[in-house]
T-cell receptor
């Protein structure tokens, strides 16, 4: 089954404790991205990747890092989480520049 | 910069009736894509319908159809024969194939409640 998986689905952590949210897709998509969803703001892109070792900032990259060492994986790293990063996070992938975007199930992160 | 506006934060409809969700967008590009996504309480983002700007014909997927007015930059979603399972947040989104970012620009969403 074609899918995007994210782990963990829920995470509660404390300010400053480094964390990684993993994302993996099994569709051989070149393009992957991370979004955060906040009430009243819709989804906003954090980082994206066009292919292995090619990443770039989206609209709200501050406080986040990513890496793309393998085509299927695109982890999101929060080196020093802060409460304003409490949000719902989605990983997505697609083929090419205009293909359908497939979303992961979301990760609910709470930073206290 | 492109923007997407959904002017209805919440709407409700009786089961079996028809409802239309509004979306307007702003862009200077001629070729782009528009989408409606559904987000039920499970939080999963589900693609409902997609429209390519170069196609004049409005997209249709079963009970879901769009009214795409390119000149007016309007992209409304019509849900016919509403069902309880249609209760969800609905997001309108814009994407330009130009450039490497290929970012989906989302509106703030419309919360739709279908009442029995």
């Amino acid at each position: 089954e074609a899918q995007v998986t994210q782990n963990p689905r829920y995470l509660i952590t404390v300010t400053g404790k480094k964390l990684t949210v993993t994302c993996s897709q099994n569709m051989n998509h070149e393009y992957m991205s991370w979004y955060r969803q906040d009430p009243g703001l819709g989804l906003r892109q954090i980082y994206y990747s066009m292919n292995v070792e090619v990443t770039d900032k989206g609209d709200v990259p501050e406080g986040y890092k990513v890496s793309r060492k393998e085509k299927r994986n695109f982890p999101l790293i929060l080196e020093s989480p802060s409460p304003n990063q409490t949000s719902l996070y989605f990983c997505a992938s697609r083929y090419g520049t205009a293909g359908e975007q497939y979303f992961g199930p979301g990760t609910r992160l709470t930073v206290t | 910069a492109q923007t997407v506006t959904q002017s209805q934060p919440e709407m409700s409809v009786q089961e079996a009736e028809t409802v239309t969700l509004s979306c307007t967008y702003d862009t200077s590009e001629n070729n782009y894509y528009l989408f409606w996504y559904k987000q039920p309480p499970s939080r999963q983002m589900i693609l409902v319908i997609r429209q390519e700007a170069y196609k004049q014909q409005n997209a249709t997927e079963n009970r879901f159809s769009v009214n795409f007015q390119k000149a007016a930059k309007s992209f409304s979603l019509k849900i016919s024969d509403s069902q309880l399972g249609d209760t969800a947040m609905y997001f309108c989104a814009f994407m330009s194939p130009r450039g490497s970012q290929g970012n989906l620009i989302f509106g703030k969403g419309t919360k739709l409640s279908v009442k029995p």
